[in-house]
C-alpha cells in the first residue's frame, strides 16, 4: 500500500529562522511528488512537481528537493506571511497520495 | 484563466438526507478527483473522472457517487449522511499530469 508521511506534524519558527520540512514516501512507481500550500479554510494551492531524483524547484523562500525515498521542502528566512499547513502528495498508478501534513507558524 | 469553482462553499444537513456538490474545473482540464478532508485523516481520495468515466476510486463506502458531464464539470452525492461525513469536501482539476488544481471546498456539516 503506498504511504506518504510528514514530519515534524508542526513546526515554530521565528522569522527569518529557516529550517526544513520532511515528506517521506513508499510507493510503486513514483511518477511525480506534488508539494502544496494550504491557508485555513482554503484549498490547496500547488506549488512545485519534482519527477526524478536529484531534482531540486526553488520559488521564492522555498525549494523543494527529491531523492529516492523522500522530499524536503526547504524554507529560507521565512516571513509570518509563510505560515500555512504544507502537503506533499505521491503520484503512482492513478491517484495522489496525500502525506498528513506540516503546520507552520512563523512568528515575528 | 478562472480557477475551480466550488458550490455551495457551506451546507449543513441532517443525518440521513442526501447531499450533491458540484465542480466546475478550469477550462481545458479534462480530469477531475474530489477529496474529503478532516482533521483526524487529512486529505483522502474520494475519486477520479476523466472524460466522463471514473477512472479511479478510494476506498469510501458506495454512499459515495460520483459523475461527469460533457463539460468536464461533474457532481459528488452522498446519500444517507452520518455525522461522521462531516468535512471539507474538494474538488481538483489538471490536465493529464495530475498537477492538480484545487477549489476552496464546500464545508458539510452534518447535524
Partial sequence: EDQVTQSP????LQEGESSSLNCSYTVSGLRGLFWYRQDPGKGPE???????????????????????????LHITAPKPEDSATYLCAAHAGNMLTFGGGTRLMVKP | KAGVTQTPRYLIKTRGQQVTLSCSPISGHRSVSWYQQTPGQGLQFLFEYFSETQRNKGNFPGRFSGRQFSNSRSEMNVSTLELGDSALYLCASSQDTYEQYFGPGTRLTVT
Fill in chain 1, 9 to 12: 506534524e508542526a513546526l515554530r
Fill in chain 1, 46 to 72: 500547488f506549488l512545485f512537481t519534482l519527477y526524478s531524483a536529484g531534482e531540486e524547484k526553488e520559488k521564492e523562500r522555498l525549494k523543494a528537493t527529491l531523492t529516492k525515498k523522500e522530499s524536503f
